[in-house]
């Protein structure tokens, strides 16, 4: 616990130094004092931008959020992912135990009421502090559970140091109140623009932490890592609510020209996003400003030593509305072509299909793709045979040229307000076909497929949940063809407590022609299960992930933590 200590006046000053036009008029860096700093509404500002690094960012290298999916059945890289292997150590993931970010928020909201400035010119900033507290706050929770709740600035004699770890819901509901206030001061996206946090980002993290404990307490239910007494209902319910304030405040809404074959791409491979209001948050990219990213040196040319699994595409629909085992539209799965041939829009733009333009110059296209890149090396190579489209920009300058890329990354969408009201109300059991209509048939819509009908839904036979109730299995099919490889399938699979989709499984790929790959052997240069299809972790993982149910659905606590304070204890199955 001696983190949460680990951070003071420097930070303070680094950020006004860095940030504020007046610095030089300030006393000396050394000698700074909150008296010197509280005094103006740019004060606030200057000092909550550093919190904005909380957010999704592009790192230097690689394919950021883009990739994120490859901790979950959606996506598998080169390697493994270690917590789905089962392969997690005690201190696996001890470097996101860190309060120095809480401590920073808390000393603003300690003391941004010593700013003499009317309510109207502070609300948009002291707004944005709530609302990272809350987003620090529910990344821990989902990492560890309970947590210790702090909610001011601590000294090196206070005895929160040393308190028990808060219940889970308790912690959720301090969350939940915090986006309430934020939502009560935040000025509106069009008032603030996608690149400053707004209300109807806050409405939206509120429905999300809602609908993530929620479901977490209904199905860890009665096992250790539920809440006692608790079934969820309550947050299902103020999941539901949040996301409908969303959308009755009627500022935003889907992205949609009418284009169902470009139209959900264009939200991953645009440099500007700000006309787009569907995306409520975004992260702008210039390279003038030495703010740029290499995404686009992978997407449109490598594999990026990840692909997409069989399981993720066989979920998309056809285009008459039925899923791939009872439809008389699928063509089956031998070639890339057959694969999206009548299938839902977004497939085609989730991944290269051979000739797609993997570059463009001045309108004329340079080079197209031909195959997976699965005889590439390192991380040019596809593992899968479903090779990432989604996020590329065949006009790029960024394709060619190092530290050019300037693809905006969205960070919260207004698609998942009407995904996570359709799921609360389906999870409460009170779903309407007017609940569709407002929600799951308007993504649908944009993507050109036909409406989900409560009352008639097609039986499939390879339902992942067959236990529950149809609209459920088909609520969550659209989550998960609508935010692929986006990075939210494992909070997904750990909410509804789906480790049966994990353990003992592999992530298997594309069906495997040998004609296109004459110089690949069967059993030595790529491996196959006993259909032919993709098996590039047989040999690494030859009884599947090893997910243990019992401990891995949370990190353990770092041991020199419990050390520190033993009233944290640790979390089930790492004691």
């Known amino acids: ?30 000698k700074i004092s909150e008296a010197d700093f509280w005094s103006s509404p740019n004060d606030l500002k200057i000092y909550v931008n550093q919190f904005y690094t909380m957010l999704p960012a592009f790192p230097g290298w690689g394919g950021g959020y883009l990739w994120d999916d490859n901790n979950s059945d959606n996506m598998h890289h080169s390697g493994y992912d270690s917590r789905l292997a089962g392969f997690n ?83 959720v509901d301090n969350i939940l109140s915090d986006l309430d206030d934020a939502i009560s001061r935040l000025s509106l996206r069009a008032e603030v623009s996608g690149n400053r946090i707004n209300k109807e980002s806050a409405l939206l993290l509120k429905s999300r932490v809602a609908l993530y404990e929620g479901t977490w307490e209904k199905y860890h239910q009665g096992t250790d890592f539920g809440v006692a007494g608790s079934n969820g209902q309550n947050y299902l319910t103020a999941a539901a609510t949040a996301a409908k304030q969303l959308i009755d405040l009627n500022s935003v809404s889907l992205y949609n020209t009418g284009n169902p074959g470009v139209d959900y791409g264009k939200l991953f491979n645009s440099d500007d996003l700000n006309s ?38 066989d979920s998309y629909l056809c285009t008459d509305g039925n899923p791939i085992a009872s439809s008389t539209l699928y063509q089956g799965d031998h070639s890339l072509e057959n694969v999206i041939a009548d299938r839902d829009p977004r497939l085609s733009q989730m991944i290269w299909i051979p000739d797609d333009a993997i570059e463009i110059v001045n309108g004329n296209v340079v080079a197209s793709f031909e195959k997976p890149a699965l005889a590439a090396g ?60 407002m929600s799951i048939n308007k993504i649908r819509a944009r993507a050109g497929m036909p409406n989900l009908m409560l009352n008639t839904i097609t039986a499939d036979p390879n339902w992942q949940f067959p236990a529950l109730s149809p609209v459920l299995n088909e609520v969550r ?72 149910p019992s401990r891995d659905y949370l990190l353990a606590v770092p041991p020199n933590e419990i050390t520190l304070n033993p009233n944290l204890g640790q979390n089930p199955g790492w004691e």
């Open 1 to 30: 616990m001696k983190k949460i200590l680990n951070i003071g006046l420097l930070i303070l000053a680094i950020v006004t130094f860095s940030c504020s036009d007046d610095y030089l008029s300030r006393s000396p860096l050394d």
């Open 89 to 171: 150590t005690i201190n696996s993931g001890s470097g996101n135990w860190s309060f120095s970010r809480l401590r920073s928020i808390n000393l603003m909201l300690d003391n941004y009421d010593k700013v003499e400035a009317p309510e109207s010119q502070v609300n948009q900033f002291v707004g944005e502090a709530y609302f990272f507290r809350a987003y620090f706050y529910f990344n821990l929770i989902k990492n560890y559970g309970d947590v210790p709740w702090i909610e001011h600035t601590l000294n090196a004699d206070s005895e929160e140091l040393y308190a028990a770890r808060a219940p889970r819901n308790e912690v």
């Open 276 to 313: 787009m209001n569907e995306v409520l948050l975004w992260r702008k990219y210039n390279v003038e400003l030495g703010l740029a990213h290499n995404v686009q040196r992978y997407i449109p040319r490598s594999g990026g030593g990840t692909g997409l699994t069989k399981s993720l595409i």
């Open 378 to 437: 390192g991380e040019d190579r596809n593992t899968t045979g479903y090779q990432l489209k989604k996020g590329g920009d065949p006009t790029s300058p960024g394709i060619q040229a190092a530290g050019q890329g300037i693809t905006a990354l969205p960070i919260f969408r207004f698609a998942e307000a009407l995904l996570n009201y359709a799921e609360a109300k389906a999870e409460l059991g009170t779903i309407t076909q007017a609940d569709l209509d």
């Open 477 to 548: 099919r659209e989550r998960r063809v609508e935010f692929a490889c986006e990075g939210y399938r494992f909070d997904d699979l750990a909410r509804w407590r789906a480790h049966n989709l994990i353990v003992g499984k592999r992530p298997i790929g594309a069906w495997f022609d040998q004609t296109e790959f004459p110089d690949l052997v069967v059993g030595e240069t790529i491996l196959l299960d006993e259909n032919g299809y993709i098996d590039y972790l047989k040999s690494v993982l030859p009884s599947g992930w090893g997910f243990d």
